[in-house]
């Protein structure tokens, strides 16, 4: 829902480390995702499409990487990735103790650029 | 060539949260930024609790809405310096939004500052307005099953109220089973099941607050920014 504010902060912050380290051009872009954040990857790459027109990020591939969540029964230890909504029993045991291990970061992890002297 | 960058995306946010916390700060006024869903109680909770604030301690208020002065007019007539923020279709407030809203409040008289935020268990749990603490009101009519659809907004609170507990038999709202969600994800979060109707559950509510208030006055080194 707040994935255009999000993708213009994505856009500011490579474009400003690429121009820092005299890029050419941005050709990816790698971002870690938490799954209990709310961020869509469509809907990034919707914006990222109409806001890169005409800069240095422009064409670059967007690549996903979303960070599990991770649940864990405190009755048996069983571990099982999770998404919302959240189950409320364990799978394994049918406990109702069960702690998630996830997290709501979103991070731009690294950027890869084309030189500017040797276009590689 | 690659670029290592491992920046938060809304860092740009973040940072004026925190100026807005070292305002805050400097004018010892204590924030807390209260998210529910639409309707489920957070204007009431709001003033059910300024209404039963120790005189010392001088409530305020920053409204968040999509459009309309509704609910700031309803905090105004009790005489409490309010703010309304409208975001348009905006789903959520960011710090820029409190930041821009600061100087229409007098925040010298101000020791205890609530933040409206837009009704919505989604987004506002991913931006920091600079608060102390963040509180999710939840309500018996939305259901128990609520902690575990929007485990995200659950892990971001320091605090759930349940509102509307009088009418938890009306609703057949398991109370054990959406505890049981928050523990999950948040299992060090107080709750408070509350009526701001009858006033039940709220003495214990704003202990909890008040001391938390307390405690902060004297550490103000806990730099936790929500």
């Known amino acids: 829902m707040h994935e255009l504010p999000v993708t213009e902060g994505i856009l500011k912050t490579v474009i400003e480390t690429s121009e820092r380290n005299g890029a050419r051009r941005i050709t990816a872009i790698n971002l870690v995702i938490g799954e209990l954040s709310s961020i869509v990857d469509d809907s990034i790459q919707f914006y990222f499409d109409l806001l890169s027109q005409g800069t240095l990020a422009e064409n670059a591939a967007l690549h996903f990487r979303r960070e599990p969540t991770i649940v864990i029964c405190l009755d048996c230890a069983h571990r099982f990735n999770a998404t919302a909504p959240l189950e409320s029993q364990c799978p394994q045991c049918g406990g109702a103790h069960l702690q998630v291990k996830g997290s709501r970061d979103f991070f731009i992890e690294s950027i890869e650029v084309e030189d500017e002297d040797t276009g590689r | ?226």
């Open chain 2, 1 to 226: 060539m690659k670029i290592p960058v491992v920046k938060n995306i809304l860092s740009a946010n973040d940072q004026i949260a925190a100026d807005n916390r070292a305002t805050f700060d400097e004018l010892g006024v204590f924030v807390v930024n209260v998210m529910a869903s639409p309707g489920a109680g957070k204007t009431s909770v709001i003033l059910a609790t300024t209404a039963r604030l120790p005189s010392d301690v001088r409530p305020g208020v920053i409204e968040g809405d999509l459009a309309s002065r509704i609910d700031a007019d309803t905090i105004a007539a009790r005489n409490i310096p309010v703010v309304q923020i409208n975001t348009g279709s905006g789903c959520h407030l960011d710090a820029p939004m409190i930041r821009a809203a600061l100087p229409q409040l007098p925040l010298q008289d101000i020791d205890l500052l609530f933040v409206e935020n837009v009704g919505n268990l989604v987004c506002p749990a991913e931006f920091k307005l600079g608060a102390n603490l963040a509180v999710v009101v939840a309500s018996a009519p939305e259901g128990h099953d609520k902690s575990y659809k929007y485990p995200g907004m659950f892990a971001a609170a320091d605090a759930v109220i349940l509102n509307k507990a009088d009418l938890l038999q009306v609703f057949e709202f398991d109370v054990d089973y959406f505890r049981r969600g928050i523990e999950m994800v948040n299992p060090d979060a107080p709750f408070f099941p509350i009526s701001c109707r009858t006033g039940a559950g709220m003495d214990a509510w704003l202990a909890w607050l008040l001391e938390k208030r307390q405690s902060f006055a004297e550490d103000r080194n806990q730099s936790i920014v929500v």
